[in-house]
């Protein structure tokens, strides 16, 4: 696909990367400046194996900018620049995510070179028992503990959950953690990381805005403690016949974030694909998602700049050939969003409303989703932290919205265009519920007003498109609701 393969050379913008690393001119203008890194080339030579020792050949290996294949005999070699940090492999469908000793994924070396500029690296790759065309992801958008209470909640109530749904699903899981582990305190990325390590898989981390060096002058300044703990800020792996893919797209300029795709970012992307058959399933992890709908929900023509991937139509570009989806937090809601042949998926988080209690200003309980794959097929779900895999929605009674006296609520928040959503009467069906923008009424009743939620009062409700409505009689009978999902799977809940 020539055209897909030099889309990026033909953007102006991206001719030159200077232009993607901002001037430091939000830093202390009389602090040093950060000196470069080294630039000198690094030859990288090395190889991949099975843990019976034989080679594996055809495997991915980077330096987070050009990306080579191991031959017939397993070796690779790679010129590399100091300053990419870190060599590391594309794991391939079949073996294991290798972890280092604290639990989490370890599919990079550190670049050292010895004297003369040369390095040698090594990747063993244990085989999978079982076959990994069935797997699952757990996807973990926005944990952001900021205190050691906060923490405390994830680990007594997160992990316990996520030890519970990894023993329904096939053999093979991975999680990821869809940025904003922490809330601004780096020091608490152990405490995260004993957490995620109780889970028993491997874990990749995305790096979100409040995971960052704020003294960072520079973008590249600004995410030293996380590669000091996870390594490289953007990667990619298969499992079975999915290729998952791992993308940073916080840009720091010294003085705050924008969402944004880097050019050494991209130029590893483009290369990265292109070993991917067309076709294929490709999920993407990021924090800030790709466009998200929040804007319009808010009366706003475009999304801001924060919340969004500004130079997205590139990555729609890139992701063009494939079945193609992605998944982010960030604004702490559920949403889902179609658009350039992407499904973006804006997943609920962890901490629902920064921890202030249970649900998201969505109204969105907090949780984490769950994505299984079969074959080519991929489904999913949102799951509610310590409620069961079938509690999708929440019911309201007549007048608990205010806008809509007359009317029963149901937020179903996991719901897209192809969800259908019928309520009964007794035993008789009364029909589908319309899908209206609203508030969810338990949201209103605990964020709304300056002195509330008391834990983080500036937190408010957000509007949402995941609400459904159903005129009734003051006088109704026993009410019930019924959402099936685009899957086929029914849920269904009582006032």
Not at 173 to 202: E, H, K, N, Q
Request: include cysteine; glycine fraction near 10%; aromatic fraction near 10%.
């Amino acid at each position: 696909m020539p055209s897909r393969r030099s889309f990026l050379r033909s953007l102006g913008v991206l001719a030159s990367g200077s232009m993607l690393r901002p001037a430091q001119v939000l830093a202390d203008p009389y602090g040093a400046l950060v000196r470069p890194a080294e630039t000198r080339p690094v030859r990288i030579r090395g190889i991949v194996r099975a843990d019976d020792g034989r080679a594996l050949g055809g495997v991915g290996v980077s330096d987070g900018f050009d990306v080579v294949e191991t031959g017939s005999d397993g070796r690779f070699e790679l010129v590399s620049r100091f300053e990419r940090g870190f060599v590391h492999v594309s794991a391939p469908a079949g073996f294991e995510i290798p972890r280092g000793g604290d639990g989490t994924a370890r599919l990079f070396r550190p670049i050292l070179a010895a004297q003369g500029g040369e390095m040698e690296a090594t990747f063993e790759l244990a085989r999978l028992p079982d076959s990994d065309p069935r797997h699952a992801a757990l996807m973990l958008p926005d944990i952001q503990t900021e205190d050691a209470y906060e923490m405390q909640r994830f680990i007594d109530e997160t992990v316990p959950d996520l030890r519970d749904t990894i023993q329904t699903l096939p053999s093979d899981v991975v999680g990821i953690s869809c940025g904003d582990i922490l809330f601004d305190d780096l020091s608490m990325y152990p405490d995260y990381i004993g957490g995620v390590a109780r889970t028993g898989v491997p874990f990749f981390q995305c790096v979100g805005n409040h995971d960052l060096d704020f003294d960072g002058a520079s973008d590249e300044a600004s995410t030293e403690t996380f590669s000091r703990h996870f390594g490289p800020r953007y990667y990619s792996f298969d499992r079975g016949q999915v290729h998952y893919v791992v993308l940073d797209d916080v840009l720091w300029h010294g003085g705050g974030y924008i969402g944004y795709l880097g050019y050494e970012q991209l130029h590893w992307l483009e290369a990265d694909l292109a070993r991917v058959e067309p076709g294929s399933p490709v999920i993407v992890a990021t924090h800030i998602p790709v466009v998200g709908s929040r804007h319009l929900r808010e009366g706003e023509r475009r999304p801001g700049p924060s919340v969004s991937i500004n130079n997205r139509e590139v990555l729609y570009r890139l992701l063009e050939p494939f079945d193609a989806h992605v998944v982010s937090g960030h604004t702490h809601e559920n949403d889902h969003i179609w658009a350039d042949g992407v499904h973006e998926h804006v997943s609920g988080t962890v901490c629902g409303a920064w921890w202030s209690g249970d649900i998201c200003a969505d109204g969105t309980p907090n949780g984490y989703s769950v994505y299984e794959v079969s074959g080519t097929e991929v489904t999913w779900r949102y799951k509610a932290t310590g409620a069961p895999a079938d509690h999708q929605m929440r019911l309201y009674p007549r007048g608990s919205d205010r806008r809509a006296p007359h009317e029963i609520v149901a937020n179903v928040w996991d719901a897209d265009d192809a969800w259908t959503v019928v309520w009964y009467e007794g035993a008789d069906r009364r029909g589908s519920m319309a899908r209206r923008l609203g508030f969810d009424p338990r949201s209103v009743a605990e964020h709304t007003g300056d002195d509330l939620p008391t834990h983080r009062p500036w937190v408010d409700p957000y509007p949402t498109y995941h609400l459904y409505y159903a005129p009734v009689e003051a006088d109704h009978g026993p009410i019930r609701v019924e959402a099936t999902d685009r899957f086929g799977r029914v849920y269904t809940s009582s006032l």
